[in-house]
């Protein structure tokens, strides 16, 4: 089992920084990947960003590339999600998910199915 805490969400204004922090815990050697995913109200859960726990590897949907970044910190276990440059449209739920999968590719990274545990989301607002 891998328990995932999310934290550092918020309200913020358009144009303004967030950074989501993500706690992993219990067997975390074999997670294979970690995402982001948000889900605002009334729309489909949607894929934000991931990176390879072994390689590094990264990974953005195109609406959040170059002004969002995941990066990791192995000694801590934890994965953030630095968000500059928010937009009202960023407003969702983000959750952080870990993967299990082995042979994940460029496509199945960025598919919820492929993940197996998930934190219980943190609120991010952009206001206008």
């Known amino acids: 089992q891998v328990q995932l805490v999310e934290s550092g969400g918020g309200l913020v204004q358009d144009g303004g920084s967030l950074r989501l922090s993500c706690a992993a815990s219990?067997?975390?050697?074999?997670?294979?990947?970690m995402g982001w995913f948000r889900q605002a109200p009334g729309k489909e859960r949607e894929f934000v960003a991931a990176?390879?726990?072994?390689?590094?590897?990264?990974f953005y949907t195109d609406s959040v590339k170059g002004r969002f970044t995941i990066s990791r910190d192995n000694a801590k276990n934890t994965v953030y999600l630095q968000m500059n440059s928010l937009k009202p449209e960023d407003t969702a739920v983000y959750y952080c998910?870990?993967?299990?999968?082995?042979?994940?590719?460029?496509?199945?990274?960025?598919?919820?199915?492929?993940?197996?545990?998930w934190g219980q989301g943190t609120q991010v607002t952009v206001s206008s």
């Open positions: 998910a870990a993967s299990i999968s082995r042979g994940l590719t460029v496509s199945s990274i960025r598919s919820g199915h492929e993940y197996n545990y």
């Open positions: 219990g067997r975390t050697f074999s997670s294979s990947a």
């Open positions: 990176i390879s726990w072994r390689s590094g590897n990264k």
